[in-house]
């Protein structure tokens, strides 16, 4: 679909998604109860608040004003447009528990993991904004068991292990999934791969994941779930017997598709809890030497990469 230069795309009755470089956002629309309204999911890069309002008014027309803001997970690339939206849509905000220090202000979530391999992204990410948000006065603690009351009939689904209080939207009636971090539908390690769209279910995004055995336990909740329609943080919308069986793939093979072998997190996870991170495990002496070789890649590639996404 195509307004007023906005490319963005159905993912279900009733949902929508728009990519903005290499993340997608998405909106849900309450089907029911009153008073009917939509809910944005993630808030992208930093920059792109003026596209994700032109986003909601080619869907609902202008002046279209969401009831709230979810968030699946409060990194960067899903929070970036954050503080610009607020100043637009004074509205609440959602986020889980776990995930408050990183939104209040209190807390950074642990460093990048640059080492992990896989493409260019993983050695961009120790330049990803690390200072917390502060958007306290917006902020609503999600009740996992009640849900999103602006979105009734969607579960909340805990979904740890990217980050501690990653969560994931459910709906049950056609079983749609709205997955954040948790699995990702391209190589998100790769700038090819993710500024291209290009498919391919795959765990969470390595460098930012910081516990591995959670993650493989999220995956594998959401397996069971058995979606028939999935909409990731990055890459393109998946569905029906593709996605199941990749996902089944995925959860079963959890340990030898999506662990980085090595890098700092894939041994030790890193500890957190209602108050930020308490522990995060220390980075080898060896990993720090490929890391100033890597950067010097990143550094060349961060030109590429530019000259990619204008
Ligand atoms: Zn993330
Ligand atoms: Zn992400």
Do not use: C
Request: hydrophobic share 45%; no cysteine; charged share 20%.
């Amino acid at each position: 679909m195509k307004l007023n230069n906005i490319k963005y795309f159905q993912v279900a009755q009733g949902v929508w998604g728009m990519r903005i470089m290499f993340v997608n956002v998405y909106i849900i629309a309450n089907r029911r109860g009153f008073p009917k309204g939509w809910v944005l999911v993630d808030a992208g890069v930093q920059g792109s608040a003026k596209r994700i309002i032109a986003f909601a008014e080619a869907v609902f027309g202008a002046g279209a004003k969401p009831s709230a803001i979810v968030l699946t997970h409060a990194h960067s690339d899903h929070t970036g447009a954050l503080e610009d939206l607020l100043m637009h849509w004074d509205v609440p905000v959602y986020a889980h528990e776990l995930e408050v220090p990183y939104l209040t202000g209190k807390s950074s979530y642990p460093p990048a993991d640059p080492t992990v391999g896989e493409g260019i992204m993983s050695l961009m990410s120790v330049f990803f904004r690390k200072a917390p948000l502060d958007i306290s006065r917006n902020l609503r603690v999600i009740d996992v068991n009640e849900g999103v009351p602006e979105i009734p009939e969607w579960k909340v689904i805990h979904t740890p292990g990217h980050t501690p209080g990653h969560i994931s939207l459910f709906l049950p009636l056609n079983t749609t999934l709205v997955v954040g971090d948790a699995f990702v539908t391209t190589k998100p390690e790769s700038a090819f791969y993710a500024l291209n769209n290009i498919k391919k279910i795959s765990g969470p995004p390595r460098y930012m994941t910081t516990n591995w055995e959670a993650a493989a336990q999220s995956v594998r909740t959401l397996a069971d779930l058995q979606p028939r329609i999935a909409a990731t943080g990055h890459g393109p919308v998946v569905r029906g017997r593709e996605l199941q069986e990749a996902l089944r793939n995925l959860a079963d093979n959890f340990e030898k598709l999506a662990v980085p072998a090595g890098g700092r997190y894939a041994e030790q996870a890193a500890v957190a809890d209602e108050s930020g991170v308490t522990y995060v495990p220390p980075f080898h002496s060896t990993t720090k030497f490929k890391v100033v070789v890597g950067l010097l890649g990143a550094l060349a590639g961060f030109a590429v990469t530019r000259s990619l996404v204008k």
